[in-house]
């Protein structure tokens, strides 16, 4: 167990709404990463953080934003949700060098 | 950029069968390398890593991968597989200059058959 939760673990909202997803840790690990599982394209990185208020994007960032105010908790925000952004969405952690991420349990969006 | 290629999307094997997953990558220095695995409704799991020397590397559940610089190859095997071995199976690549980004591979889903 490398002490990750996210919250919540599954949501349907409507086009339009704002969601917010919620990734927790235990370990106090530095790095932080969220990404979006799709058929066909395995994981994609949306946004990581490097430390508090330290936060960059991935590959596919449009529509997202993040914030991490503090070591354990990184949020990931959809302003607006789109039918495109129907995912899995998994938050991973790894306090870098040598070491591997470790990947929470995921939350299963559906945007109607 | 580094980027990775699985070039199996689905892997059908019978129960006790050898099985081999093949995984290219692409980048301009030198990278780590990684296999996952997730079983249905779960999230991923570590398999094993390349960091360096050796090039072949053993993890957990029989599965081994080996390492090849020229190829630039990350084949996973395992001798004989089980039926609780039926799960998606993901490639992974991160480079140490990136921030520890990965970049996955579209996935193979493995399908053992009694």
């Known amino acids: 167990d490398a002490g990750i939760t996210q919250s919540p673990r599954h949501k349907v909202t409507e086009t339009g709404t704002p969601v917010t997803l919620r990734c927790h840790q235990t370990?106090?690990?530095?790095?932080m990463y969220w990404y979006r599982q799709d058929p066909g394209h395995g994981l994609r990185l949306i946004h990581y953080?490097?430390?508090?208020?330290?936060?960059d994007k991935g590959e596919v960032s449009d529509g997202y934003s993040v914030s991490r105010s503090k070591t354990e908790d990184f949020l990931l925000t959809l302003e607006s949700a789109t039918s495109s952004q129907t995912s899995v969405y998994f938050c991973?952690?790894?306090?870098?060098?040598?070491?591997?991420?470790?990947f929470g349990p995921g939350t299963r969006l559906t945007v109607l | 950029a580094q980027s990775v290629t699985q070039l199996d999307s689905q892997v059908p094997v019978f129960e006790e069968a050898p099985v081999e997953l093949r995984c290219n990558y692409s980048?301009?220095?030198?990278?780590?390398l990684f296999w996952y695995v997730q079983y249905p409704n779960q999230g991923l799991q570590l398999l094993l890593k390349?960091?360096?020397?050796?090039?072949l590397v053993k993890g957990i559940n029989g599965f081994e991968a080996e390492f090849n610089k020229s190829q630039t190859s990350f084949h996973l095997r395992k001798p004989s597989v089980h039926i609780s071995d039926t799960a998606e199976y993901f490639c992974?690549?991160?480079?140490?200059?990136?921030?520890?980004?990965?970049?996955f591979g579209a996935g193979t889903t493995v399908t053992v058959r009694a």
């Open positions: 991973a952690i790894t306090s870098g060098g040598y070491n591997e991420q470790f």
């Open positions: 370990e106090n690990h530095r790095y």
């Open positions: 953080s490097y430390g508090v208020k330290d936060t």
């Open positions: 980048s301009s220095v030198s990278v780590y």
């Open positions: 390349y960091l360096s020397g050796s090039t």
């Open positions: 992974a690549v991160s480079v140490r200059t990136n921030d520890y980004k990965l970049s």
